[in-house]
């Protein structure tokens, strides 16, 4: 058997190395050639003049080289992930762009759909729209305005790469969130390809396809794309349809000041299989959420109720970015809109949302300006700005007679406002040591209107305002150009979103929508961490200690009443975020760009989240997150083109599911292979891959909603993730 894998190998390496030497022969057949005779004369050749140019890029966006020199301005935990590793894969959605980030861990509950993003425990409570990190694209915020986000409206295949600030970097945007941000980088005119085309299909009825186009005319730049998205799905009742459009326009005024112009369209078809129990989810994980104590055959109650989310999304922004001398000021705006239908579970004494519709606008504006100067004759580095935004948010609910709209049970407007102000200075002490400092001043408005209000609980319209100060302090030493070394104290601040404020009440026999005013969480974080490059090694880790004070939970009390979310007056998260990479062979020779190489990168995140003296949990592990998450890729690549490489996903050991401890996710083995081969013919650059996923088959949970006691029979929390899958696909462009 192990002689029949490694022969496979080995024709698989040499017919990837033969495709792209057959193609090149092929071309150059239909050139002439000549010959000349030798002789022992020497030969005087003309003078050449070498003369280097810089190669243009956006002010607005830039490359991800440039954005490298971040690292020497960031004293604390923070990546630049390119999209370069995912596109040699099925490159659909942020599990294959974040894959091998340390301190970021993903939860899908359908395959396709990102219901949690969580960085250092912050979001761990959302639902199906992650809270708790600011999101956005070219430094312009994409979040609503109280916190959440569909991650869904961005097309990972028109990025570049991505930004991740950890913890207390994420000062740099303003960020309302303890557990930091994720800056998306945009493809434009001038690093995308002129015309490129992707075709991409796999296991449960995948297919996705893109075309989009780019290039630079004068002045002007400009980068569009059109992609559609299709999955049958691996569970029952978990069909989806996406279709997104994508383009920015640059327009360079003079080397110093550029405009940029962003559209993005978007809309989802999904259905909802909900979730299982622990037992239905190991006797079958393909099934929809059902009644446990039903006749066998009942139809699922995700089948009879049409579990569903579909919305419409628009949003417009404009970036004006100006830079001279060290000197960098970014002025920009946007607005979007959506539309969405969500169709949920709905039974008259056990209530959940029914079906909602609602429509949201959002808009803000970001400034932000880095001067460069001398200060008691050293280095200094000031970054000031301001991140107002707002959102209105018109819903409706009504009851879910078997798919169908029943009777309104609630109606409402919600208003969001975020106004954060944040300064910070970083000063060179020496030419390598850096002291940052930083202050962040927040006002927030939360307001709810309650037009639905002869209920039980009466009229529920009511506000809230916060204020908040939140200080930084830090040190960077920069051990080489190409590594350092950080330490920073910090404070940082969330609010509540509506999510966490408002909900049915179950109890008695009226439906009636309650808010219920909550605070912020707070908490004081220290951390210590090294990263950077050296020789064949490369490294990244940060260790981090957070006391979190009022932290937004879903609890239920002594006696098992459910509380609904609240805050808890004490826990802390720590935990320890480290990548290691390798190269372990590396054939190129000096002044010889070809050879062969093998590289190993693996990352490990501890996720330690406790409660503090907490009256009924004590100090019981906060739930719904593994606590030991290791992620390796081992890849080889060949002077032709060719690559090929296992990897790899483990939760090490099983997590709790309910915050008394008692029910637990099991640990999990993803096993993965890519493979695939980069190489021109003439003019057209074609990228051909296989990917497999889960190859050991494993029946794991992607993703469980947190709770507070459950058993493995009645607990329906468990979202059972993709089976054993296959995908490979085909990308042209010239």
């Given amino acids: 058997m192990v002689r029949r894998i490694v022969l496979q190998l080995n024709v698989l390496v040499a017919f990837g190395c033969l495709i792209p030497a057959a193609v090149a022969q092929s071309t150059n057949a239909t050139k002439s050639t000549s010959t000349t005779a030798g002789t022992n004369s020497p030969v005087i050749l003309p003078e050449v003049k070498v003369v280097g140019q810089t190669v243009p890029e956006s002010l607005t966006s830039p490359s991800a080289e440039t954005a490298e020199a971040l690292k020497t301005q960031m004293p604390g935990g923070f990546t630049?992930?390119?999209?370069?590793?995912?596109?040699?894969?099925?490159?659909?959605?942020?599990?294959?762009?974040?894959?091998?980030?340390?301190?970021?861990?993903?939860?899908?509950?359908?395959?396709?759909?990102?219901?949690?993003?969580?960085?250092r425990g912050s979001g761990?409570?959302?639902?199906?729209?992650?809270?708790?990190?600011?999101?956005?694209?070219?430094?312009?915020s994409f979040d609503q305005g109280d916190g959440e986000t569909i991650i869904e409206d961005f097309d990972v295949n028109t990025l570049k790469y991505a930004e991740i600030y950890r913890g207390a970097d994420a000062f740099k945007y303003g960020a309302l969130t303890m557990g930091g941000a994720i800056n998306l980088v945009p493809l434009t005119g001038y690093d995308a390809d002129p015309y490129q085309l992707r075709a991409v299909g796999g296991s449960y009825g995948f297919v996705r396809g893109q075309a989009s186009t780019g290039g630079v005319d004068g002045k002007l730049d400009y980068y569009a794309s059109v992609s559609g998205r299709y999955r049958d799905g691996y569970r029952d009742h978990s069909q989806e349809n996406t279709e997104l459009i994508f383009s920015d326009i640059g327009y360079k005024i003079n080397d110093h000041l550029e405009n940029r112009l962003y559209l993005t369209l978007?809309?989802?078809?999904?259905?909802?299989?909900?979730?299982?129990t622990q037992n239905q989810m190991a006797a079958n994980p393909r099934q929809s959420q059902t009644d446990p104590d039903a006749a066998p055959g009942t139809p699922s109650q995700a089948n009879q109720f049409d579990f569903n989310k579909q919305w419409y999304y628009g949003r417009i922004a404009d970036k004006v970015t100006y830079?001279?001398?060290?000197?960098?000021?970014?002025?920009?705006?946007?607005?979007?809109?959506?539309?969405?239908?969500?169709?949920?579970?709905?039974?008259?004494?056990?209530?959940?949302?029914?079906?909602?519709?609602?429509?949201?606008?959002?808009?803000?504006?970001?400034?932000?300006?880095?001067?460069?100067?001398?200060?008691?004759?050293?280095?200094?580095?000031?970054?000031?700005?301001?991140?107002?935004?707002?959102?209105?948010?018109?819903?409706?609910?009504?009851?879910?007679?078997?798919?169908?709209?029943?009777?309104?049970?609630?109606?409402?407007?919600?208003?969001?406002?975020?106004?954060?102000?944040?300064?910070?200075?970083?000063?060179?002490?020496?030419?390598?040591l850096s002291l940052l400092t930083g202050i962040q001043v927040i006002y927030v408005l939360r307001q709810f209107y309650d037009?639905?209000?002869?209920?039980?609980?009466?009229?529920?319209?009511?506000?809230?305002?916060?204020?908040?100060?939140?200080?930084?302090?830090?040190?960077?030493?920069?051990?080489?150009?190409?590594?350092?070394a950080f330490i920073n104290f910090s404070r940082s601040w969330q609010p509540p979103s509506f999510d966490n404020m408002v909900d049915f009440d179950d109890g008695g026999p009226d439906v009636s929508l309650v808010y219920t005013p909550l605070q912020p969480q707070k908490a004081w974080t220290i951390e210590i961490g090294t990263r950077g490059k050296a020789g064949r090694f490369d490294w990244d880790l940060a260790l981090y200690h957070s006391w979190v004070r009022d932290e937004l939970q879903d609890l239920f009390d002594s006696s098992g009443q459910d509380r609904g979310d609240v805050n808890v007056a004490k826990t802390y998260h720590q935990g320890i975020e480290a990548g290691f990479g390798v190269e372990l062979w590396n054939s190129k020779k000096v002044h010889d760009e070809t050879g062969h190489r093998i590289a190993l990168n693996q990352t490990y995140t501890l996720n330690d989240f406790h409660f503090d003296h907490d009256p009924v949990y004590g100090n019981n592990r906060l739930t719904a997150i593994p606590i030991h998450v290791y992620e390796a890729d081992l890849m080889y690549e060949a002077p032709c083109g060719f690559y090929a490489g296992p990897n790899v996903q483990c939760n090490l050991t099983r997590y709790p599911v309910d915050q008394a401890n008692t029910l637990y996710a099991s640990g999990y083995t993803l096993l993965g292979f890519k493979t695939g081969i980069d190489f021109d013919w003439g003019k057209t650059k074609i990228s051909l891959f296989m990917e497999a996923k889960n190859l050991l088959g494993q029946n794991y949970a992607a993703a469980v909603d947190p709770i507070a006691q459950g058993s493995s029979s009645d607990a329906q929390v468990f979202h059972p993730g993709d089976g054993r899958s296959f995908y490979g696909g085909i990308t042209l462009a010239w």
């Fill in 80 to 119: 630049i992930k390119s999209t370069d590793d995912m596109k040699k894969g099925r490159a659909s959605n942020f599990q294959d762009l974040l894959a091998g980030v340390p301190g970021v861990f993903i939860q899908s509950e359908n395959g396709m759909e990102i219901s949690k993003i969580s960085i």
């Fill in 124 to 140: 761990i409570e959302s639902d199906d729209e992650p809270l708790g990190v600011e999101f956005l694209m070219d430094g312009i």
């Fill in 266 to 276: 978007d809309q989802t078809d999904r259905q909802l299989p909900g979730g299982l």
């Fill in 323 to 432: 830079q001279n001398d060290g000197h960098e000021l970014d002025a920009s705006a946007y607005w979007w809109h959506r539309e969405l239908e969500e169709k949920g579970l709905y039974f008259t004494n056990d209530l959940e949302q029914g079906i909602q519709v609602y429509h949201a606008n959002n808009g803000g504006i970001n400034l932000n300006s880095v001067i460069h100067s001398q200060l008691f004759g050293r280095e200094n580095i000031l970054t000031m700005g301001m991140a107002p935004a707002f959102e209105t948010e018109q819903d409706q609910n009504y009851v879910n007679n078997n798919g169908n709209s029943g009777a309104t049970i609630a109606k409402d407007l919600e208003l969001s406002v975020n106004v954060p102000i944040y300064a910070e200075n970083q000063h060179y002490l020496t030419d390598k």
């Fill in 451 to 484: 037009y639905f209000n002869d209920t039980e609980s009466g009229n529920q319209t009511q506000g809230q305002n916060f204020y908040t100060a939140n200080p930084k302090l830090g040190m960077l030493y920069e051990i080489t150009d190409d590594s350092q």
